[in-house]
């Protein structure tokens, strides 16, 4: 992943990245096509407050992007419970705040049960989806009436694995198009007191794991040019 033979990438490469925080998928591809003159693709956006695992192919391995992008996918992350937000995580302020002093340890996990196996998910407006070629997020912030239609999606596995309330810190299992923002909110919305999602990793896609994956800074030492005196 880090070899600094560019025609290496421009025949074919799978790079596993580590999303950094504040980038945007786009970000990472830019970067990665800059250094290594490569035609390059990604399989399955993050957001740019998430963080983890983003599958980058080069070359000839685009062909893989759609096999890839379909792949089970592995995430852990937080909610933040008593709110909600119009994005459904920290993009916007949050509001609606609500009470949450009645909610325990067994609510939060029980309430996880509603949204095992091949449910029906809403995903939000505030995404990529695209309408009449334009992505619905751009509707959104512009204040037009954007609908969506639920998807069928399959979550195979959700756990709480810590809580500090008002944060609640999970790990999910789920089907490609699963959109964990929805979830967050779909979640709050079963306990009654509202959710948004306040960190989210990506740790695996299919066989691919994040702890396997580079950063970008160290990537980009690796395959930028060394400046010379003269330069």
């Not at 992943?1 to 074919?12: A, C, I, L, R, V």
């Not at 893989?64 to 993009?91: R, V």
């Not at 944060?167 to 979830?183: N, P």
Request: with cysteine; aromatic share 8%.
């Amino acid at each position: 992943m880090q070899t600094t033979d560019k025609m290496n990438y421009q025949e074919g490469a799978v790079i596993l990245v580590n999303k950094p925080l504040t980038w945007t998928s786009f970000d990472v591809v830019r970067k990665i096509r800059n250094l290594t003159k490569a035609k390059i693709g990604h399989a399955g956006t993050l957001d740019p407050l998430a963080t983890g695992l983003l599958i980058c192919c080069t070359g000839k391995m685009t062909k893989k992007i759609n096999e890839y992008q379909a792949q089970e996918k592995e995430y852990t992350g937080s909610f933040t419970l008593g709110a909600t937000t119009p994005t459904f995580d920290m993009e916007s302020e949050p509001e609606n705040f609500k009470d949450i002093s009645a909610i325990d340890e067994t609510a939060l996990k029980a309430a996880t049960q509603g949204f095992m196996g091949e449910i029906m998910q809403l995903p939000p407006i505030h995404s990529a989806i695209k309408q009449n070629g334009k992505p619905i997020y751009l509707l959104a912030r512009k204040g037009v009436d954007v609908k969506v239609e639920p998807r069928r999606i399959t979550i195979s596995e959700f756990e709480i694995t810590k809580i500090e309330l008002p944060v609640v810190h999970f790990r999910v299992v789920c089907s490609t198009g699963t959109y964990i923002r929805s979830l967050a909110n779909d979640y709050g919305a079963t306990l009654g007191c509202g959710a948004y999602l306040s960190g989210l990793c990506r740790t695996r896609i299919g066989d691919f794991k994040l702890e396997h994956a580079v950063d970008m800074e160290t990537f980009i030492a690796a395959n930028s040019i060394p400046k010379t005196d003269n330069q």
